[in-house]
């Protein structure tokens, strides 16, 4: 289910994501690592919240 999910937008937007993948690559390492904390963060709260609140 995760590969479909991941495979939308190569499928969908092919220009946008190699634009996306250049622009990456300008952004500092500093910030790619926040946010990339930020977002595991979210994914873990996501988590949670599905297991405590969904009734598992």
Avoid: S, W
């Amino acid at each position: 289910m995760v590969f479909i999910v991941e495979a939308v937008p190569y499928i969908l937007f092919p220009r946008k994501l190699k634009e996306y993948a250049q622009f990456v690559n300008t952004v500092p390492d500093g910030t790619l690592q926040v946010v990339g904390i930020f977002a595991a963060c979210a994914g873990l709260v996501v988590v949670y919240l599905g297991r405590h609140l969904g009734g598992m």
